[in-house]
């Protein structure tokens, strides 16, 4: 079984991966594959981390309520850029630099995420909750949206249970998006 520190990590490397892969790939149908995986991972892992992870570092860290808004803050944010990156053309000079000011907010919010927040996460629960913490994370990448969706909202929660009516119809769409096909590297969500 996989902890919830080890599924999280997991989802930082594939994310990293694309990202690596779209900025030194000077193939355009690569660099829309790995643009839809990126923003398809992406999504995913943070309305997942928001309803899974969030709740239980909440009642864990000192700061509780308020660092925990804090990382809602962040993610929002994160969320945005995503929304302009998943629209835009690789040919469209902004691409690239696009993606590159979005991975290095999110590089910052990794490492302290895996330095902080996973070691409380670890040192609080028993190896089987971290790993029905993680098979829950993962469950529920199922069913949250596959796209970005920032609402602009007050409030980052109500955020992230608007953004779960829109899964289906991402879900849909996702079905006419191209993906990568080196399975190797990444699983694609046509898989």
Same mark, same amino acid.
């Given at each position: 079984?996989?902890? &919830?520190?080890?599924? &999280?990590?997991?989802?930082?490397?594939?994310?990293?991966?694309?990202?690596? &892969? &779209?900025?030194?790939? #000077?193939?355009? @149908?690569?660099?829309?594959? $790995?643009?839809?995986? $990126?923003?398809? #991972?992406?999504?995913?892992?943070?309305? !997942?981390?928001?309803?899974?992870? $969030?709740?239980?570092? #909440?009642?864990?860290? +000192?700061?509780?309520?308020?660092?925990?808004? @804090?990382?809602?803050?962040?993610?929002? !944010?994160?969320?945005?850029?995503?929304?302009?990156?998943?629209?835009?053309?690789?040919?469209? +000079?902004? $691409?690239?630099?696009?993606?590159?000011?979005?991975?290095?907010?999110?590089?910052?919010?990794?490492?302290?995420?895996?330095?902080?927040?996973?070691?409380?996460?670890? %040192?609080?629960?028993?190896?089987?909750? *971290? %790993?029905?913490?993680?098979?829950?994370?993962?469950?529920?990448?199922?069913?949250?949206? *596959?796209?970005?969706? +920032?609402?602009?909202?007050?409030?980052?929660?109500? %955020?992230?249970? !608007?953004?779960?009516?829109?899964?289906?119809?991402?879900?849909?769409?996702?079905?006419?998006?191209?993906? +990568?096909?080196?399975?190797?590297?990444?699983?694609?969500?046509?898989?």
């Amino acid at each position: 079984m996989v902890r &919830i520190s080890e599924a &999280i990590k997991d989802d930082h490397r594939k994310l990293e991966s694309c990202y690596n &892969i &779209i900025v030194n790939s #000077e193939d355009e @149908d690569e660099q829309t594959r $790995f643009q839809n995986q $990126f923003t398809w #991972e992406l999504a995913r892992h943070a309305v !997942a981390e928001e309803l899974v992870v $969030f709740p239980a570092l #909440e009642k864990l860290r +000192p700061e509780g309520k308020a660092k925990t808004d @804090d990382d809602r803050r962040e993610h929002s !944010a994160l969320k945005e850029m995503l929304d302009v990156f998943q629209d835009l053309n690789c040919s469209d +000079p902004r $691409f690239i630099p696009t993606i590159t000011v979005l991975m290095e907010g999110l590089a910052k919010h990794m490492q302290d995420e895996e330095a902080n927040d996973l070691v409380i996460l670890e %040192e609080s629960l028993t190896s089987d909750e *971290s %790993e029905k913490m993680a098979e829950s994370l993962n469950r529920t990448k199922i069913f949250v949206p *596959s796209r970005s969706h +920032p609402y602009g909202m007050d409030k980052p929660r109500y %955020e992230t249970a !608007a953004s779960l009516l829109t899964a289906p119809l991402d879900h849909l769409q996702d079905l006419f998006r191209r993906w +990568p096909e080196e399975e190797s590297i990444l699983t694609s969500p046509m898989e």
